[in-house]
């Protein structure tokens, strides 16, 4: 008998492997960042036709700042064109698309790309499409603390400390995916993903299809989540 198949509310995506999938290929990183972006329009669309409430994904960790400066300007480029285009469109399709992040590092061009895209799209009810860039969950984390002594509380609970956080209202995180082979979360949602699945695989990022959710979503249907219970 088929497992039914149980939506997460909320999916989010550590998309990992650009890099390799276009050396394995014999073609420059770029190439495979540019189609790693191609393959988010895919899982997206996948992901909204489903019915996923929000859709998170790690597209620029405080971290990544190390890499070489051609990348970096590259990736906002790239960024900054998913914004103008992409991004405005899932505005008009009724999408909300956030962003979690410190943005003030970034670009100009960039930062006027997201704002635009952040305003068209605010009062939408259709899926939540978020973007982490230039984030790292310790430093969301320390900047919630901050909000916190800034507004002078001394006895602080679960939700307050929550809705300090870039996902203030969004569903729980019901499962994180990582592509590429990697086992680890790479200072993602440390503090969402306290009872997420985990669901790691080979594929690299660029590979990814409506194939790979349906695959993704039947191995989540397997789960018995019991959340610190006895079923």
């Known amino acids: 008998m088929a497992t039914e198949l149980k939506i997460p509310r909320h999916i989010a995506f550590i998309m990992d ?14 190439e495979g960042h540019r189609e790693g972006a191609e393959a ?21 960790s405080c971290e990544n700042w190390s890499r070489p400066q051609a990348e970096i300007k590259f990736l ?7 914004a103008k285009k992409e991004l405005k469109k899932y505005a008009e399709m009724g999408y909300r698309v956030t ?10 061009s960039t930062n006027n790309a997201i704002k635009k895209v952040v305003d068209a799209s605010k009062n939408n009810t259709g899926m939540i499409v978020n973007i ?8 969301e984390i320390v900047r919630a603390v901050n909000l916190i002594l800034q507004s002078g509380i001394r ?32 200072n993602f949602m440390l503090w969402q993903c306290a009872y997420s699945e985990f669901i790691f ?13 349906d ?17």
């Open 17 to 30: 492997g650009n890099g390799r999938w276009a050396a394995a290929r014999g073609l420059a990183r770029s």
């Open 40 to 60: 988010l329009k895919r899982v997206l669309a996948a992901c909204a036709q489903k019915g996923v409430q929000v859709v998170s994904v790690y597209a620029f």
């Open 76 to 82: 906002f480029s790239l960024i900054s064109q998913f």
């Open 99 to 108: 962003f979690s992040g410190d943005l003030t590092q970034l670009p100009k």
């Open 132 to 139: 982490a860039l230039n984030y790292g969950a310790r430093q």
């Open 155 to 186: 006895q602080v609970d679960e939700q307050m400390f929550e809705d300090c956080l870039y996902t203030a209202g969004f569903p729980e995180l019901d499962l994180v995916v990582r592509s590429s082979g990697e086992k680890r979360l790479s």
């Open 201 to 213: 695989t080979d594929k690299f990022w660029p590979d990814f299809d409506e194939n790979t959710i």
């Open 215 to 231: 695959e993704i979503l039947k191995e989540y249907s397997s789960r018995d989540r019991r959340f610190g219970g006895i079923k």
